[in-house]
């Protein structure tokens, strides 16, 4: 079954607009949560990453909010670009674990 | 340090032929994951393999796929007697060496796209 829930399926906004997608969990072992950027035709590449003691973190235009006891966490991407239009995965894994649950994917694309 | 490295991009096969997808980790990375990802679907776990070693394939159906990772050499995802179904995008990833419990970030490559026809 699906662990790690994603939506929306796919988004549109405008340059400079803010992109929020979000993600939840049912696995309470889960401890660590990132994000991947997949552009067409390229493999996942790690954007940013959240572990649960923090309900923040922010690096350059993206942050990663996280609600443990909701166990969902969103990212935001702040003033979108086109450069941004790519396809973004949660994911989820516990901390002795290799294996990475992924979400189903948002496809982000963003108009000039 | 070139990245993970996977090839063919593109795999077309007939139906009941074998795929063979390749994968080279990065330099220094011991340990190799396989995904598969299936269209507008996240990406799933297959297997997880060390040097001559398969640690984990709880992921890998149960008939027709199998993965190797020898002393010297890719790591290898085969597929035999493909049917239409398999027709996906397969991913590998590496990490070096696990350390005090962590297992270190994967990185992924481009990825194979088969398509079964």
């Known amino acids: 079954q699906q662990q790690v829930k994603q939506s929306p399926q796919s988004l549109i906004v405008q340059k400079g607009g803010i992109s929020i997608i979000n993600c939840a969990y049912e696995?309470?072992?889960?401890?660590?949560f990132p994000w991947y950027q997949q552009f067409p035709g390229k493999g996942p590449a790690l954007l940013i990453a959240?572990?649960?003691?923090?309900s923040e973190k922010k690096e350059g235009r993206f942050t990663i909010s996280f609600n443990k006891s909701a166990k969902q966490f969103s990212l935001h991407i702040m003033d979108s670009q086109p450069g941004d239009s790519a396809t973004y995965f949660c994911?989820?894994?516990?901390?002795?674990?290799?294996?990475?649950?992924f979400g189903a994917g948002t496809t982000v694309t963003v108009r000039a | 340090n070139a990245g993970v490295m996977q090839n063919p991009r593109h795999l077309v096969r007939r139906r009941g032929q074998e795929a063979r997808l390749r994968c080279s980790p990065m330099?220094?990375?011991?340990?190799v994951y396989w995904y598969r990802q299936l269209p507008e679907e996240g990406l799933k776990f297959m297997v997880y393999?060390?040097?001559?070693?398969?640690?984990?394939e709880s992921g890998m159906p149960k008939e027709r796929f199998s993965a190797e990772f020898p002393k010297e050499g890719p790591s290898i995802l085969r597929i035999q007697q493909v049917v239409r179904g398999d027709s996906a995008a397969y991913f590998c990833?590496?990490?070096?060496?696990?350390?005090?419990?962590?297992?270190?970030?994967?990185?992924f490559g481009q990825g194979t796209r088969l398509t079964v026809v």
């Open positions: 959240i572990r649960p003691d923090v």
């Open positions: 990833a590496s990490s070096p060496p696990q350390t005090g419990g962590w297992f270190a970030e994967a990185f």
């Open positions: 393999l060390q040097k001559e070693n398969i640690i984990d």
């Open positions: 330099k220094g990375h011991s340990h």
């Open positions: 696995n309470t072992a889960f401890d660590y």
């Open positions: 994911a989820a894994k516990a901390f002795n674990d290799y294996k990475l649950s």
